[in-house]
């Protein structure tokens, strides 16, 4: 079972879940931060940043969703289907432990991280309120023909992002959109494989939009 860091709620009884999924190479504590940003949009949210299931194969700290080494698209879809059993189960166990109904979370991953909830979000039996994928991609957009509901999902990206390209955000968000998902996106001249400041702000009203909402279809 993956474990993480957690933080909050801000203030009294949890009432929402966002589940912060990090990038290759680094762990839970990479993306802990950025809850107390964020809960000043909900003050009610649990924040929970597992580390992904796998050591990280090209150094001897960090984790990894899934390996890098064979790059074929195919085989890296394989690699994001078999850690979102991983973070499903994580999912699960933390809506329990909080006592909260199956819906009352959100998803946000950051590049490797940004991958695997793009491709577990949709495929839940009880969707998240939302999807926020930051610096990252679709994995075999192909197969969005097999997913079982269609959450609202941010994307955003910096302009000068060197390590996974912007363009894999605008594909994501015309592929997402012709499967008929909601797509907001962002993308953040001169920023290069990180967060800024207005990713945060668009994420943070993005999760509290989400959370008020009840109609999104599945």
């Not at 969703?65 to 994580?90: E, H, V």
């Not at 329990?96 to 839940?124: I, K, N, W």
């Not at 993308?187 to 945060?200: K, R, T």
């Amino acid at each position: 079972m993956l474990d993480g860091p957690r933080w909050g709620p801000r203030q009294g009884r949890a009432e929402q879940l966002v589940v912060l999924c990090h990038g290759v190479g680094a762990d839970g504590h990479d993306l802990i931060d950025l809850a107390p940003s964020w809960a000043a949009a909900l003050p009610q949210a649990a924040f929970a940043a597992p580390d992904a299931p796998e050591p990280y194969q090209d150094a001897p700290i960090g984790r990894q969703w899934f390996s890098l080494w064979d790059r074929a698209p195919a085989q890296l879809a394989i690699g994001a289907a078999t850690a979102s059993l991983a973070l499903d189960a994580f999912i699960d166990a933390e809506l329990a432990r909080l006592g909260l109904p199956s819906d009352a979370y959100a998803l946000m991953g950051f590049s490797q991280g940004a991958m695997t909830v793009l491709h577990a979000g949709p495929r839940r039996a009880v969707p998240p309120r939302a999807i926020l994928a930051f610096s990252g991609a679709l994995l075999a957009p192909e197969q969005l023909a097999e997913t079982v509901s269609r959450p609202p999902v941010l994307l955003v990206h910096g302009e000068a992002d060197e390590v996974v390209p912007p363009d894999r955000s605008r594909t994501a968000e015309q592929a997402l959109r012709d499967a008929g998902f909601s797509v907001d996106s962002l993308f953040c001249p001169g920023l290069a494989h990180g967060i800024d400041e207005a990713g945060l702000s668009v994420g943070g009203l993005f999760l509290q939009r989400a959370f008020a909402r009840r109609d999104f279809v599945t």
